[in-house]
């Protein structure tokens, strides 16, 4: 091959392995930003599970119809109970049970896109201490 055809061939597949590599990185982008984000959010929970304070909101950003929810600190023996509701407080997904470094998903998540929604924290009835916890919650399936 003659030294014009190998600079040509050569410069053809590195424009052609930049289109494929900007591509991808593009695909890989766009499905990260629908999967949802992670919120941190310290909350304070009354005992005998009558309620929990508002913490920290999450936009959800899918129609997923799971929230997800993983505990960082849970001080109570007896465990907490979690679900997604809406800033008046409305549920908007089932309860699931809120484990310490382990993802658990409330179903029936009526949640909409663009909207933010809170964790609401329930301490067990028998549980008669208050106490703060600390998760991190997505109101998408994460």
Same mark, same amino acid.
């Given at each position: 091959?003659?030294?014009?055809?190998?600079?040509?061939?050569?410069?053809?597949?590195?424009?052609?392995?930049?289109?494929?590599?900007?591509?991808?990185?593009?695909?890989?982008?766009?499905?990260?930003?629908?999967?949802?984000?992670?919120?941190?959010?310290?909350?304070?929970?009354?005992?005998?599970?009558?309620?929990?304070?508002?913490?920290?909101?999450?936009? &959800? /950003?899918?129609?997923?119809?799971? !929230?997800?929810? $993983?505990?960082?600190?849970?001080?109570?023996?007896?465990?907490?109970? #979690? %679900?997604?509701?809406?800033?008046?407080?409305?549920?908007?997904?089932?309860?699931?049970?809120? &484990? /310490?470094?382990?993802?658990?998903? !409330?179903?029936? $998540?009526?949640?909409?896109?663009?909207?933010?929604?809170?964790?609401? #924290? %329930?301490?067990?009835?028998?549980?008669?201490?208050?106490?703060?916890?600390?998760?991190?919650?997505?109101?998408?399936?994460?």
């Amino acid at each position: 091959m003659s030294f014009f055809k190998k600079h040509v061939w050569g410069k053809s597949m590195i424009a052609a392995t930049t289109v494929l590599a900007l591509g991808s990185a593009s695909v890989v982008g766009a499905a990260k930003k629908s999967k949802g984000t992670w919120t941190v959010t310290p909350e304070s929970v009354a005992a005998h599970g009558t309620w929990s304070s508002y913490g920290s909101g999450n936009v &959800k /950003k899918t129609n997923s119809n799971d !929230a997800s929810f $993983n505990g960082d600190v849970v001080p109570n023996w007896t465990g907490y109970n #979690v %679900r997604l509701i809406n800033s008046k407080a409305s549920p908007r997904s089932s309860f699931t049970k809120l &484990k /310490k470094n382990k993802t658990t998903y !409330a179903g029936e $998540n009526t949640g909409k896109k663009r909207y933010i929604y809170y964790a609401d #924290v %329930r301490s067990k009835r028998i549980e008669p201490n208050k106490s703060r916890v600390k998760l991190h919650f997505s109101s998408d399936h994460k």
